[in-house]
C-alpha cells in the first residue's frame, strides 16, 4: 500500500518550453501532496505544498508563477514548469499525505528534468 | 531553529558488519521522526518511523533505530549490511500534532558497502 507514481520519469525539453509533471496516489488519497527538487549529492528542498482544492503554498524564494501547481482531485497532482530554462534542469520528487496516515509521507520515483 | 543534522556525509562498511548512521534534531517539542533511504536515480522509500511508544523502533530491510530523547538523537542501526544497503540515507523530522506534514530533512548520508 501507500503507493506513490509520477509521470513521466525523466524529460528533455528545449529551453522556453513547458514541462507537466504528474503525480499520482495509486491506492490511497492524498489530502496533502508536497512538491520538493534535489540537486545532485544534495538532500531535498521542499518547494510548495499542494492541497485538494486549493492553491498550493509555496516556499520562500520559489517562483510560484514559474512552478505551477494544480491539485484537482484526491489522488492526482501536477507540476508544471513554464518556460523552462537549463538551470530549472535537475529532479523533481513529490510525496503524498494520506487521509488515514497524515503523519507520513510517502515519496513517488522523482522525475529527471533536462533543460537544453 | 528546527533542524536536522546527519554528522556522517559518507560511510563505508564492509559488507557483514554492523551500521549506525547518526541523527540529530533541534525541535521546539517532541517530533516525529523518521529515516528514508534513496537508492540512486529513484525516491525516498520509507524505512521506519517513531511516533510515540517504544523508543526502539523496527522497520523494513532489517533496520532498526533508537529515539533517545536526552541526546536528541534517532540513530539508524543494521547488525549486518548487505551490499544492497549501498544508498544514500535521509532522516527526517516533522511537527507532531495539527501540522501541515511539512518535513524536515538531514543532509544525507550516503552509504558505501565493500565486498
Known amino acids: 500500500g501507500a503507493v506513490v507514481s509520477q509521470h513521466p520519469s525523466r524529460v528533455i525539453c528545449k529551453s522556453g518550453t513547458s514541462v507537466k509533471i504528474e503525480c499520482r496516489s495509486l491506492d490511497f488519497q492524498a489530502t496533502t501532496m508536497f512538491w520538493y527538487r534535489q540537486f545532485p549529492k544534495q538532500s531535498l528542498m521542499l518547494m510548495a505544498t499542494?492541497?485538494?482544492?486549493?492553491?498550493?503554498?509555496?516556499e520562500q524564494g520559489v517562483e510560484k508563477d514559474k512552478f505551477l501547481i494544480n491539485h484537482a482531485s484526491l489522488t492526482l497532482s501536477t507540476l508544471t514548469v513554464t518556460s523552462a530554462h537549463p538551470e530549472d534542469s535537475s529532479f523533481y520528487i513529490c510525496?503524498?499525505?494520506?487521509?488515514?496516515?497524515?503523519?507520513?509521507?510517502?515519496f513517488g520515483p522523482g522525475t529527471r528534468l533536462l533543460v537544453l | 531553529a528546527q533542524s536536522v543534522t546527519q554528522p556522517d556525509i559518507h560511510i563505508t562498511v564492509s559488507e557483514g558488519a554492523s551500521l549506525e548512521l547518526r541523527c540529530n534534531y533541534s525541535y521546539g517539542a517532541t517530533p516525529y521522526l523518521f529515516w528514508y533511504v534513496q537508492s540512486p536515480g529513484q525516491g525516498l522509500q520509507l524505512l521506519l518511523k517513531?511516533?510515540?511508544?517504544?523508543?526502539l523502533v523496527q522497520g523494513i530491510k532489517g533496520f532498526e533505530a533508537e529515539f533517545k530523547r536526552s541526546q536528541s538523537s534517532f540513530n539508524l542501526r543494521k547488525p549486518s549490511v548487505h551490499w544492497s544497503d549501498a544508498a544514500e540515507y535521509f532522516c527526517a523530522v516533522g511537527p507532531s500534532k495539527g501540522n501541515t506534514g511539512k518535513l524536515i530533512f538531514g543532509q544525507g548520508t550516503t552509504l558505501q558497502v565493500k565486498p
Open positions: 517513531y511516533f510515540s511508544g517504544d523508543t
Open positions: 499542494s492541497n485538494e482544492g486549493s492553491k498550493a503554498t509555496y
Open positions: 510525496s503524498a499525505l494520506g487521509l488515514t496516515q497524515q503523519e507520513t509521507q510517502y
